[in-house]
Structures are given as structure tokens and as C-alpha cells.
């Protein structure tokens, strides 16, 4: 049988059994079917099933069984890693149902939701989601890292708050996993993920009050790229966070911009710090908080201000334009002076620097079982670099190599207790 004849059949099986969409790669919209934030990899399947429900998942996991082809998950968000290569890949961006239930304070949600839509949804009931720092971030593929939310430091991660996962085996049954039908399988969603084969089809997870919130940024230039630049906010950051209640969660981010006319001029062959946080408190108690670290730091812009749960893109304010990247982090168990100082003069490739405080209720024991990773650590630093789109594509081991994410993370190394596979991304070399 010829791969264009195997490939039709395919294509007429599936249609045959999903109520979704089924195309043959070069069909017009095969393209879209798996679109999502991140450009440097590149799918080529057989098919693409672009599914509208857990029946569409389950047919799809059945004929893939049946023939040995390989199954591809294409998840909404950001984290995709693994480029499918023949088979089937199936996209769940259909699959983006919400309910809400405020009596339960609930909200469960289809693969294919985004963090920003469930905001959406639960604020009408002045509730709110464990949800990270960007709004446009798959929910369930969120969660399987352990979820580091805008408030975890008070309410913990997001898996505490998960109360069943919608699961479809590898032989194509559904299952409903909570702590008590399944908790070897429960533990291993909240943190470690599904096993290859398996397709977490919805989510049911517990909601948060939206009040009282206060959130927004110091914004710092460090200086040119090219010259030692100033670490006293970074320092100032690691002081300020070693005595925090818990109502305070926080990140810092350094960005080296490159010295591009498309960038606005202020910042270009700059290097911009900005320490972000969202506080479960009015704006009194907020400042009183944050009094030593604006006496410390003299911020050239200061966002701090009352938050609502459907503005906290603002907190961090990071890009949503689609694009190429990779990355790596770190847990640690201090935030090592040498390292915001090796932050502070880091030259080369542009390159993105998050350091997240965790501990506060991000280090409290699960109340059941899970695979987390990062609740004995005291801080989470990650490394971003953006790629060329195409080069990644074509060789990612060259395109990852000339980034180098992870330079940015070497003087960080004697306090790495670990790292958390919600914040690793992007192509890797084969």
C-alpha cells in the first residue's frame, strides 16, 4: 500500500468515528488545527484530528492502537516539546468547554481551555482561578508542572485545588481519576503528567475568592548590555523576599534586549529588571509591605495597585505574540548572590530571567499524594532565549546551542536542589 493510500484510509477511518475535524497534512487548515505559542517546533503527522470531544479523543486513541501509529497530543499553551512525527496528532484547542459552579466553587474545564477564559468565567461569581502569569496558558497543561499560580505562596499550587481529572487510556476508555477512584494515577497527573498514550480530556478544579488583591510591578533599567550592570535591585529582591508572609508572592525577571530598531528605544541594548507580585491585601497593607523594597530599589515605574483576577496580565506583563524559544530552570534552595550578580552582567543572545519565591503555602505538605516538584525549594529561576523559528526547526541542536539558556543559570548551580518540568521548554537536540 502506497503512504498516499495509507493515509487516505486513515483519514476515511477517522472521519468515519470523530465528530471533529480530520485532515491529511497538506489539506487547506491542517495548520491551524495544532496552532499554539510556540513556533520552534513542527508537527508532521499523518493525520491531524482536531477533536471536539472525549468520544473524538477516544476513537482517535483506538485507531492508533489498532494500526501501532504513534499518537501526538497537541495541547493549547505554551510547554509543547515533542513534534509529532507520522501517526495521528491530535489537537484538543476544540475542546474548551468551562462550567462553572459557584455554590461548589468549581469550574470544570475541557482540554482545550486557556487560563484567561476560566478567569473570565468565574469573575462573574467574584471568584477566581489558581491561575499563572499569563492568561493565555492551557489550564490542564498547566496543572501537570504542579501549577505556580499568581497567589500560590498563599493558596498553594494549582494541583492542591484539583479535585478529578477526565482521563482517556491507551486502549481508548474513559476514566473519571480522583484521589479516591484512582490515587497512584491522581498523584502522578498532579505534577508528573499523563503517560504517553494517555489524554487528559477536562478538569475539575477548585476556585479561589477574588478578594481582596493588589498586584502590579517595580520596573528597573540596570543598564546598558555590554557593561556591568546594576545588581543592587536584584539583591534588594533576595532581602526583601527572605521575610515575606505568605499573603506575598512575587517574581523577578531581567531581560537583555538586543540592540534592534524595532524595539522602542528605551530599551534597546538594555537591561530591564521588573519585580513583580500580587498580594492577597488592599493597597494600606500592601504598602506597608512593600515600603523597604521601594526604599531600596528608587523603581523607574511602579504598576502596584488593586487587582482584579481579569487584569492580572498586567502583574508580569510578558508577550503574547507567538514565537520561537527554549528554556530551562532551576529549584533552588537559596537565591545565590553570585548568581543575581552573574544575572546582572549577563551579555550575549537576548535571554529572559525569571527567579519566582516560593515556600509560604507552595511548601506545605499536599493534602493528597502528588508528584510536585519544587515544594522543599526556596526559589524557582528559569532561563528563556528566543530562536530563529526556522533554524530551530531544522537543527535544534545548533539553534539551542548558539541561545544558550542556561548560561544564564550556571552561577545558580551549587543551590539547585532540582528543576520543575512545568517551566522547561521548547525544541531539544537531537
Known sequence: MSAHTSTRSLVDELTARVSGTVLAPEAPGSAGEPAGFQLGLRHRPDVVVGALSADDVR????????????????HTGHGTRLPAAGGILLATARMDSIAI????????????AVWGAVTT?????????????????????????????????????????????EVVDGEGDLH???????????????????????????????????????????????????????AAPLHAFREWTADLPDAVTSGLSVVTYPDWDVLPPHLRGRRVARIAMTVRAGSA?????????????????????????????????EPDAPHAYTGENLLLGDLVPAGLDAVAALGGPMTVIGIRHLGGALARPAAVPDTVSGRDAAYLVGALSPLDAERAITDPAAAVAEADPSRALRAFGPAATGANPGFGFGPRPV
Open 101 to 112: 459552579d459557584p455554590a461548589a466553587r468549581t469550574a470544570r474545564v475541557g482540554a482545550g
Open 285 to 317: 497593607e500592601t504598602d506597608r509591605l512593600l515600603a523597604p523594597l521601594r526604599a531600596a530599589t528608587c523603581a523607574g515605574e511602579d504598576t502596584v495597585g488593586p487587582l482584579r483576577p481579569v487584569d492580572s496580565s498586567r502583574v508580569y506583563a
Open 59 to 74: 476513537a482517535a486513541v483506538r485507531v492508533a492502537a489498532a494500526g501501532d501509529l504513534p499518537l501526538t497530543v497537541h
Open 176 to 230: 473519571e481519576v480522583t484521589a479516591d477512584t484512582d490515587p497512584g494515577r491522581f498523584a502522578r497527573l498532579r505534577g508528573t503528567g499523563p503517560l504517553p498514550g494517555e489524554v487528559v480530556t477536562a478538569m475539575t478544579i477548585g476556585l479561589l475568592p477574588a478578594g481582596p488583591l493588589t498586584g502590579g510591578a517595580l520596573v528597573h533599567d540596570l543598564g546598558p548590555v555590554g557593561e556591568p550592570g546594576d
Open 121 to 165: 468565567a468565574a469573575d462573574r461569581f467574584d471568584l477566581m482561578a489558581p491561575s499563572g502569569s499569563f492568561p493565555g496558558v492551557g489550564a490542564i497543561g498547566y496543572t501537570f508542572g504542579g501549577g505556580l499560580g499568581l497567589t500560590g505562596r498563599a493558596d498553594g499550587w494549582a494541583v492542591d485545588h484539583v479535585r478529578a481529572f
